[in-house]
């Protein structure tokens, strides 16, 4: 669907490892601007950004915006199923 792996937690995606190996976590309108002010960029159309080597490398630093992904996650709509409707 988009040329890669998704990382799930229960059923949400949090983010996506592409088939050049770069992680890419989720955004929202609430974590979109921080993502962007660490030249985090974005992947295509997706709201996901490139996690910069630097942050991999730290722990620490990589769960702080792993935070912010699942609540961006939990926040996002949930997909559409292709032939079913929501009620």
């Known amino acids: 669907m988009f040329g890669g792996h998704g990382l799930f937690l229960d059923d949400l995606m949090l983010a996506l490892i592409t088939r050049a190996e770069v ?3 989720k ?3 609430e974590n979109h601007a921080a993502f962007e002010a660490v ?3 974005p992947h295509g ?3 996901c950004h490139q996690v ?3 942050v991999m490398e730290e722990a620490g ?3 702080e915006w792993a935070e912010g992904t699942v609540t ?3 926040g996002a709509k949930p ?3 292709k032939g079913k409707s929501r009620r």
Do not use: W
């Open 23 to 25: 992680l890419h976590l």
């Open 27 to 29: 955004a929202d309108d």
């Open 61 to 63: 630093a990589l769960l």
């Open 52 to 54: 910069r080597s630097a």
């Open 45 to 47: 159309k997706r709201p």
């Open 79 to 81: 997909a559409r199923v």
């Open 72 to 74: 961006a996650a939990r």
């Open 39 to 41: 030249e985090m960029k």
